[in-house]
């Protein structure tokens, strides 16, 4: 015995007929659902990553070489310090109101300690730091200063020829706008910084 048709499904109306596509606006209201839906998102989500994550950014001048050259780029990541403070060695950047463009340095000195430069010697509360990552230290001195709960002293890693907190003295929390995370050009010295 032969097994019944299934009834066919209604028929849906057809979307979009020509008719319709031929309407003045058409195209226009399409446009705009598909900015809406697609663009809109997708630049909100940018712009929160941007503001909130990490940023991309470029190395200019020579103040933190040999260990950054100029026109590498960076990620700079803003998460960890959302839960943990700035550390002693920390590559950050520096988005201060007085100057025009970003700052890469490296954390010397953290709140509540005093910073002293003795003939390019960095002493911290009266004892020499070790800072392996200097290749020429300078003769440089300065202090000492006690930096306060909130200041932290930065200096290049090329210090004969950086503007850091010698120069503009300590800097505040809240203009360490993140820590580098990734070189990721050139390509042959990518770098993954702890």
């Known amino acids: 015995m032969p097994i019944p048709a299934a009834p066919a499904p209604p028929a ?12 003045p606006g058409f195209w ?6 598909e900015v809406l839906q697609v ?6 989500l940018a712009l929160s990553i941007h503001i909130f994550l990490a940023q991309a950014t470029v190395v ?4 933190m070489q ?3 050259q100029p026109a590498e ?7 960890s310090y959302y839960f943990d403070l700035p550390q002693r060695g920390d590559i950050v950047v520096l988005d201060m109101p007085q100057m025009s463009e970003l700052l890469i340095k490296r954390v010397v000195g953290l709140p509540g300690e005093s910073v002293e430069i003795r003939r390019g010697v960095v002493l911290i509360d009266g004892q020499v730091i070790e800072q392996p990552f200097v290749l020429l230290p300078g ?8 930096l306060g709960s909130d200041s932290y002293f930065m200096m290049g890693d090329n210090r004969n020829n950086s503007n850091d907190s010698r120069a503009f003295g300590p800097v505040s929390r809240s203009a360490i706008a993140g820590k ?13 910084f702890h």
């Not at 200019?60 to 103040?63: C, K, T």
Request: proline share 10%; charged share 15%.
């Open 66 to 68: 040999p260990n950054l």
């Open 60 to 63: 200019y001048g020579q103040s």
């Open 39 to 44: 663009v809109v998102p997708a630049v909100l």
């Open 180 to 192: 580098a995370w990734l070189r990721y050009w050139p390509l042959n010295r990518f770098t993954l």
């Open 139 to 146: 003769g440089t001195t300065y202090g000492p200063i006690t």
């Open 28 to 33: 226009l209201g399409t446009l705009v659902k």
């Open 73 to 79: 780029r960076l990620v700079i990541e803003k998460v």
């Open 12 to 23: 849906l109306p057809a979307l979009n007929t020509p008719e319709e596509k031929a309407q």
